[in-house]
């Protein structure tokens, strides 16, 4: 009989786990190919418009595979209903047989996501970091500047949301702890900052190439489809370093993706974060640099986080 586990088991146990050393635990061996993770599969949704994305895979000789099905419903909160939904299935390598049904709605995916977000800034973010910048309002605009606080002890941060509202309600919510402004644009946003974090479904470019100071480097969450951008190709093509957690994704979603597609960026160009992880001289070497990191979100970080919990659980 596989164990259940609850969402509000599930957000007491991850106060015990260190997600982001498990992101790069987890990246490390997809880029030392000691995963296996197919394509992504995906379905999209008009009316209401959303998506749900099923990934699933397995680390060799590991005890587990995982197989997880998340969803962005964007209407959703206007019905009360968080926009990030889904489940975990954790299953026995040796067996096939079900071991654990995570109950998340999409909550861990949602925390896996901020952790690499996090694992971005540790090795790419400069050394001193005037403002953090965030375009979006939503649960991942949130949990990516929380989690940020692990590597940075910034407070001061520029937000631009799609409502003078959005941006009103995130600064309500968070603001006791962080210095926070609200941008009328998302350039006024870069003009501040030199660590920005984007998180939105925009299928239009946010950001471009004149608006970046000098020395910021850029993680990219919101587009993991190939119809979302938030980077202008100039912008990736300006860029000293750009990183994709995976090559294989990044050739059909993603910044990447699109500024491939547009001719601005060289394939050869692009690293894979676990390889760079591995490698300080593919991170950062000065103050000058523009670094992007697009994360477009790979399987191993939901084997990683789904065997955590479970673990967590049973002990």
């Known amino acids: 009989m596989a164990t259940i586990i609850h969402k509000k088991e599930i957000e007491q146990l991850i106060q015990n786990i260190d997600v982001v050393s498990a992101m790069e635990e987890g990246f490390i061996a997809y880029n030392n190919g000691n995963t296996v993770v197919p394509p992504v599969g995906e379905l999209i949704f008009e009316e209401p418009k959303g998506e749900a994305h099923i990934k699933y895979g397995y680390i060799k000789n590991d005890d587990y595979y995982v197989i997880k099905v998340a969803s962005g ?36 995916t ?35 500047l929380q989690y940020l606080q692990k590597y940075t002890p910034c407070k001061t941060v ?13 600064k309500s919510d968070l603001g006791t702890d962080f210095d926070i402004h609200i941008a009328k644009t ?35 969450v919101g587009s993991d489809t190939s119809d979302k951008q938030e980077l202008s190709s100039d912008l990736l093509a300006k860029a000293d370093i750009v990183i994709a957690d995976s090559i294989p994704q990044s050739k059909s979603r993603g910044e990447i993706y699109r500024a491939v597609k547009d001719g601005k960026l060289a394939p050869e ?8 992880i591995q490698n ?18 790979v399987a191993v970080q939901d084997m990683m986080i789904a065997k955590a919990m479970y673990t967590n659980f049973k002990n």
């Open 73 to 108: 419903f964007y209407d959703n909160p206007k019905l009360g209903i968080s926009s990030s939904q889904g489940l975990m299935l954790l299953f026995s390598q040796k067996t096939g047989q079900p071991v654990a049904i995570l109950l998340d709605e999409g909550f861990l």
């Open 110 to 144: 949602d925390i896996r996501t901020a952790a690499a977000g996090a694992l971005a800034a540790k090795y790419f973010a400069p050394k001193q970091i005037s403002a953090i910048g965030i375009i979006g309002t939503g649960i991942q605009a949130k949990l990516q």
């Open 158 to 170: 520029w937000v631009w949301g799609r409502t003078p509202e959005n941006a009103a309600k995130f």
């Open 186 to 220: 998302p350039k006024e946003v870069a003009a501040h900052s030199n660590l920005i974090v984007t998180t939105t479904p925009s299928e239009i470019p946010l950001l471009h190439a004149e608006d970046i100071l000098a020395g910021t480097h850029i993680t990219a």
């Open 269 to 276: 160009k692009v690293i894979e974060l676990g390889k760079a």
């Open 280 to 297: 300080p001289s593919l991170q950062r070497t000065n103050e000058q640099q523009i670094s992007i990191v697009d994360l477009t979100g």
